[in-house]
């Protein structure tokens, strides 16, 4: 890691400073690549490592999303203060969800988590425990404040959003390489034999449902708290499969793949005006192709690599 | 009691448009054990098709009302199975050896793609099917009165999913797919050509739902891009719920899910109507993942 | 005493009854083979003991506790662990991962230690590595290590499987057809690594087709026949079991000697 470390630093430091040279639009793009890289490496956790195929991921974000909402315009919490609390509904409500479907096998599961979504999305729609506020969602949320300074304009957002996208990159970086994340690589290559190795497989699927999902619920309040307002739309099918998107293309599984992969999402279709419209046609096409010729996406996840196996060798027994 | 028979008749003919789109899944899914989430889309696209080959051909205007139509689906089945096929040679073929959700994905790529390519070429916003193809005047049948274009539409489902169910149980072809979708390596072994079988339900599947969108559109009127989603997850449902990879189920689980759905809707709550498709998907899932047909594959440990 | 007992076991599938009232015992510190023709339901007992399937009958019990119904992990962390019939690695992972595995019932430390790096994180993570690596030095797959494991001989992906069973510290380790596609060589090698193991105080349970492995390595055999057991006793007592011969008699295997 501590050569990568340092191939970076030049890039970041240059990506770091970018907002005092760009445009406001552009900084904002920036920002949406932001969000789509936290989403993106929450779903990384459920679909790249662990291989469960979940493309309802937009229901979590709209879970964190509507209950920061509503806490912050119902009860004046601070939308900053609120992040645990998105983390908690979110992780919540996956546990619920995620528990009666966890068992079932990959193309069954997806297709559930599809449905998942939509219940989310028309439940959402339908002003459901009459606080969603239907089609029109909610408005009047406040902007976050650190330590007192108001985070209002883009350049301000860009460090809120991107400082959070380096912690979750720090924070998931140590989680792969540890018992957790390679029980989750366990699981996806042969479940039977994880289970036979001594892993709790169940428990397993269902935690990185929960952490996953508690990780978007976050993004969606920093989402809530930077559009002011939140409606149903924005958490469509097409969202989830926009972030499920962004992983296959990337690199699923590898952290430096699912950040790619949100420049590519985002940033190609602003960089080519006349492709945004068919963007998606894009995407899909895409998808097959990289299917075909490179399963693991643009930037696969290398090796992990462990200190000390080339010592030299020592009295075996068992 | 006429409200209930009035929807009973909307939930068979929708019903039996599921069933149409269900067996394209269901027979897609025995043989090659993959969801081909492209399948809705094949669906849209015969909707699509047949407004624009109604609209430039004007073959009711040449042939009569009731050939017309016939005209029109039998070249609207036509041009969708050759639309399936390519789908199936250029996203799924090159994948038979690959693990099985690489091809889950590229299907789900090639959804995205087809859906996108339509609204693309039609735009976004509703079309609309010419209203004055079949007479308007309902049919009267045991007290209610029905439009023709539903009677046709249930008539014609029915008569092609018997056609289908014949095909499979009695011919030799039919017989050779279900065999592929017990076993493939066996059905090789065996001297079927495997290949061959595949393309067929390449053909049958997409035509079907080809002309279930030809259907829809004589039925409601209006078609657009994203009906094909709402449509083919409500389809897999049924497909499910009849048991997935099982023919018969996928006619029964159709047409039943169209009956649930529409009685739903009139006495439960409208605006959840979508989601009563999806609850019964999840709900049939954890309860009974085999449907009310099917069997389960056992994977030997 | 006995390490495992068998009481009455019975498993049918839709009709089939695969294990028919199947009893026997295991001593502890001893090798036991499992035998029999194709399909009588060797492997299935094996899926039983191991919480694969849940019996329609009878008893399992391990160190005196009956073990019927628990998940697969909990059995193997209670000191019983497998190989598979056929080689179930993970195959795009390394050879170190695969042994990696076998150890995760042994750690404690979830998601939160594991972000947050603790101290005792990190040294469980050390005392992890080495372990695997012990395991792998002996099975002599140390050179192995980083090497992904579906590019190792089919003979190594066996050895392994066995280290990575052994990397879960059992008491009882059960390998089904441990010498498929093994060369006499490594079928040799294979033998001293059992009978090592053994000295270790490991009990091995094991299922063979190889007769030759099978008379020298196991100090007491069971027969099964369609699910049944037909004779169980030492070595030379089976070879001249009539039961057992007539059972292999007209079957493909059994280069029985």
Request: aromatic content about 8%; charged content about 15%; hydrophobic content about 50%.
């Amino acid at each position: 890691m501590k050569r990568t470390l340092l191939m970076f630093i030049a890039p970041t430091a240059l990506f770091l400073l970018s907002p005092l040279v760009l445009n406001p639009y552009w900084v904002d793009v920036l920002n949406n690549v932001g969000l789509y890289a936290i989403l993106g490496l929450s779903l990384n956790l459920i679909v790249g490592h662990a291989g469960l195929f979940n493309l309802g991921h937009a229901a979590f974000y709209a879970v964190g999303a509507y209950t920061a909402a509503v806490l912050n315009t119902r009860f004046h919490v601070p939308v900053l203060w609120l992040l645990p609390l998105c983390a908690l509904s979110s992780g919540i409500f996956a546990a619920v969800i995620a528990r009666p479907i966890i068992h079932l096998r990959g193309d069954y599961l997806c297709i559930v988590t599809i449905g998942v979504g939509e219940i989310v999305r028309i439940a959402l729609l339908n002003n459901v425990f009459g606080i969603t506020g239907g089609v029109n969602g909610i408005v009047g949320i406040d902007r976050p404040s650190v330590f007192g300074i108001a985070i209002r304009n883009p350049h301000e957002f860009f460090y809120l959003i991107w400082g959070f996208a380096a912690i979750t990159v720090f924070f998931f970086h140590r989680l792969e390489n540890s018992r957790f994340g390679r029980a989750l690589n366990y699981l996806r290559e042969d479940e039977v034999a994880a289970e036979g190795s001594g892993i709790n497989v169940a428990h397993y699927k269902l935690a990185c449902f929960i952490l996953g999902a508690a990780w978007a619920g976050m993004a969606g309040d920093i989402f809530a708290a930077k559009m002011t307002v939140i409606s149903p739309e924005s958490f469509s099918f097409w969202e989830s499969v926009l972030m499920f998107t962004l992983i296959i293309l990337g690199g699923s599984g590898s952290i430096p793949g699912v950040i790619l992969g949100a420049f590519l999402i985002t940033g190609l279709p602003e960089v080519f005006r006349e492709f945004a419209n068919a963007r998606l046609l894009v995407f899909g096409a895409a998808m097959v192709v990289m299917m075909i010729f490179r399963t693991g996406g643009i930037l696969p996840p290398r090796p992990r690599t462990y200190p000390d196996i080339d010592a030299p060798v020592g009295e075996g027994r068992p | 009691m006429e409200v209930f028979l009035q929807q009973l008749t909307n939930g068979l003919a929708v019903g039996s448009i599921y069933a149409l789109i269900a067996l394209g899944y269901t027979m897609v899914y025995g043989v090659l054990k993959l969801i081909n989430f492209a399948h809705g889309d094949l669906f849209t696209i015969g909707s699509y098709l047949g407004l624009t080959l109604l609209t430039s051909l004007a073959l009711t205007g040449r042939l009569g009302a009731l050939a017309g139509i016939l005209c029109l689906a039998l070249m609207v089945m036509g041009l969708v199975a050759l639309i399936g096929a390519l789908l199936e040679r250029t996203a799924y073929r090159p994948l038979r050896q690959s693990p099985r959700l690489s091809a889950v994905v590229s299907a789900l790529g090639a959804s995205i793609f087809l859906q996108n390519a339509v609204m693309l070429i039609y735009g976004a916003r509703f079309q609309v099917y010419p209203h004055d193809i079949l007479p308007k005047m309902p049919l009267d049948l045991f007290g209610l009165y029905i439009p023709l274009v539903k009677v046709l539409v249930l008539v014609a489902a029915l008569v092609m999913m018997m056609a289908l169910y014949l095909f499979i149980q009695k011919t030799k072809l039919g017989t050779a797919i279900r065999a592929a979708a017990i076993d493939q390596g066996a059905a090789r072994l065996m001297g079927i050509d495997v290949d061959r079988v595949i393309l067929i339900v390449f053909l049958i599947g997409p035509a079907l739902g080809g002309v279930a969108g030809l259907m829809v559109g004589l039925l409601y009127g209006q078609i657009n891009f994203t009906m094909g989603w709402v449509y083919g997850l409500k389809a897999f449902t049924a497909a499910i719920l009849g048991g997935i990879g099982n023919i018969p189920g996928a006619m029964v689980g159709g047409i039943l899910l169209g009956v649930i759905e529409a009685l739903g809707a009139a006495y439960l709550s409208i605006a959840w109507k979508d989601a009563i498709a999806f609850c019964v998907l999840i709900g049939i899932l954890i309860v009974r993942p085999t449907g009310l047909l099917g069997e389960r594959v056992a994977e030997k440990v | 005493m006995s390490l495992l007992s068998l009481k009455g076991l019975s498993k049918s599938f839709g009709g089939l009854m695969a294990v028919n009232d199947v009893s026997f015992n295991l001593a502890e510190g001893s090798i036991l083979g499992l035998i029999g023709p194709n399909g009588a339901g060797k492997t299935t007992v094996f899926n039983l003991i191991t919480g694969i399937y849940r019996p329609d009958q009878g008893e399992i019990r391990f160190k005196d506790t009956p073990i019927m119904g628990l998940p697969t992990h909990r059995i193997v962390s209670l000191g019983i662990a497998r190989t598979f019939q056929t080689i179930r690695l993970f195959q795009n992972l390394s050879v170190l991962e695969n042994v990696l595995s076998g150890w995760h019932c042994r750690m404690r430390a979830g998601s939160l230690r594991a972000m947050l790096r603790t101290p005792g994180q990190r040294r469980e993570e050390r005392r992890a590595l080495e372990r695997a690596l012990e395991m792998l030095e002996f099975v002599r797959l140390r050179h192995e290590a980083k090497q992904l494991a579906k590019n190792l001989s089919y003979g190594n992906q066996r050895l392994l499987e066995i280290a990575r069973a052994l990397a879960t510290d059992p008491r009882l380790l059960i390998l089904d057809e441990p010498s498929g596609g093994m060369n006499e060589q490594e079928t040799g090698e294979l033998i001293l690594l059992i009978r090592k193991l053994r000295e270790q105080g490991i009990t091995i349970f094991l299922i063979e087709h190889r007769m030759s492995l099978v008379m020298k390595l196991c100090e007491s055999i069971v027969v099964l026949d369609y699910g049944a057991k037909i004779a169980e006793g030492k070595p030379d007592e089976i070879k001249q079991n009539p039961r057992v011969i007539e059972a292999y008699l007209g079957s493909e295997e059994g280069e029985g000697r």
